[in-house]
């Protein structure tokens, strides 16, 4: 009988073992970034009220392409302090704005064109905001924006150059709890005129 138990026992580990083997999970490998882009490692880099503002330039050059920072307007009107978070692009470098002066969220692998990215146009020399708090006289207090609260999505831009434009990304996180924009990378294809990938 105990002979009997312990070969049952051990046909149960032996089946067992053999499952786990067979179901374990793998891991996922990251997803390699393309050979055809230069990454800009920014180091998670936290902008927030007072802490100066990154310039960045992602052509490497030797001048800015795009400038994250924060801005504070006072609105006597409304009476409301507001408590603005901005990227701004250089002369040579365009940013996607549609009609409200926003630029796209987008997700990993989304794709950034040399073309206009409808309802969104190209445009150089811009200024968009990400996110912003108002603060009213009577103590309330509202975020808002289209960046808002957004972990690790990609900001298309374009570098222009004399061989046409570059089409690129900048990896950004928006934390209302913490007041920031953390700042982790950017990317730019090395060939003019095509499309790139966000994140890739």
């Known amino acids: 009988m105990k002979r009997t138990l312990f070969t049952l026992t051990l046909s149960l580990l032996i089946a067992l073992t ?23 490692e920014l180091n998670n880099r936290e902008v927030y009220y007072n802490s100066g503002a990154l310039a960045i330039d992602v052509t490497q050059d030797g001048r800015y392409d795009l400038v ?22 250089s002369f040579h470098t365009n940013l996607a704005v549609n009609r409200f002066e926003q630029s796209p969220v987008l997700n990993h692998a989304d794709a950034i064109t040399a073309h ?20 009213f006289v009577n103590g309330d207090v509202r975020w808002d924006g289209l960046w808002l609260q957004r972990t690790r999505k990609y900001l298309p831009f374009q570098a222009v150059k004399a ?7 900048l990896e950004l996180t928006t934390d209302y709890n913490r007041q920031s924009v953390i700042v982790h990378r950017a990317g730019i294809h090395k060939q003019p005129n095509t499309t790139i990938y966000a994140g890739l």
Not at 68 to 89: E, I, M, R
Not at 163 to 169: A, E, L, N, S
Request: proline residues 7%; contains cysteine.
């Open 18 to 40: 053999a499952c786990t083997k067979k179901d374990a999970i793998k891991p996922v490998s990251p997803t390699p970034i393309s050979s055809e882009t230069t990454i800009i």
């Open 68 to 89: 994250v920072g924060t801005q504070l307007v006072g609105d006597p009107l409304y009476q409301v302090d507001k408590l603005q978070f901005l990227v701004t692009s």
């Open 116 to 135: 206009n990215m409808q309802p969104y146009e190209w445009y150089n020399a811009s200024e968009i905001q990400l996110m912003q708090r108002s603060n």
């Open 163 to 169: 061989d046409g434009v570059y089409t690129g990304w």
